[in-house]
Structures are given as structure tokens and as C-alpha cells.
């Protein structure tokens, strides 16, 4: 898991990686803090599939750049674009199947 701390370490995340989650949360969002560690653990089933985490408490600023009007939003990006966005309230199986179609296409040769 890598801490994002401004918007030009976000794009240097989403670009230097082909398929990337991105988990914007808040301090005090209890749904947040819960969904953090679900995602951690469906990662495991992909290891080169980073984790990138913005406290968006301490970066205000990516609500503007993202769209983002609530918490937690997990995010995929695959080759330095975004193709899913879940908000609110994350439906982890939709998520872990959109991830599945995008890993199998940039790992089908591994």
C-alpha cells in the first residue's frame, strides 16, 4: 500500500503502473476504514496490482481533480486511465470482477 499525499504523486502512481486500485477516504469515515482492509485482502489474489491510499482530509484538492463528492470511492486504473469507480458503498464483488477482466487482459502472458 502506498500513501498519496499530492495530486503529482497520484498521477505518478496511476502512470507508472498499468493496472492500479486507488482508495480516496476521510479520517473519520468508519465506512472508509472498513472497506480499506477488504480491499487489501482481495489484493492478495493480485500481487502486481498496487494499492495507492489518499486521505482526502489531508488532500482536499483530489475531490476536484477526481469528481468526488463522497467516501470512500475506490477507483481502477488501467494503463493511467480510469475504468471503474464504486462510491459510498462498495460492492466488492463487481469490484474483484472488473479487476479480474483488467488484470486478466494486462497479465494474460504471465
Do not use: W
Request: proline share 5%.
Amino acid at each position: 500500500m502506498q500513501q498519496i499525499n499530492s495530486i503529482e504523486e497520484f498521477h505518478q502512481f496511476i502512470t507508472s503502473h498499468p493496472l492500479v486500485i486507488v482508495h480516496v477516504m476521510r479520517e473519520n469515515c468508519s465506512v472508509c476504514h472498513a472497506v480499506l482492509p477488504q480491499i487489501e485482502m482481495m489484493l492478495k489474489d493480485y500481487p502486481d496490482v498496487p494499492l495507492g491510499v489518499i486521505n482526502q482530509t489531508h488532500l482536499e484538492e483530489i475531490a476536484g481533480e477526481l469528481s468526488i463528492f463522497t467516501v470512500p470511492v475506490d477507483l481502477i486504473y488501467l494503463e493511467g486511465k480510469e475504468m471503474h469507480r464504486q462510491g459510498r458503498f462498495i460492492d466488492m464483488q463487481a469490484f474483484e470482477h472488473q479487476l479480474n477482466q483488467m488484470a486478466d487482459y494486462v497479465f494474460k502472458d504471465e
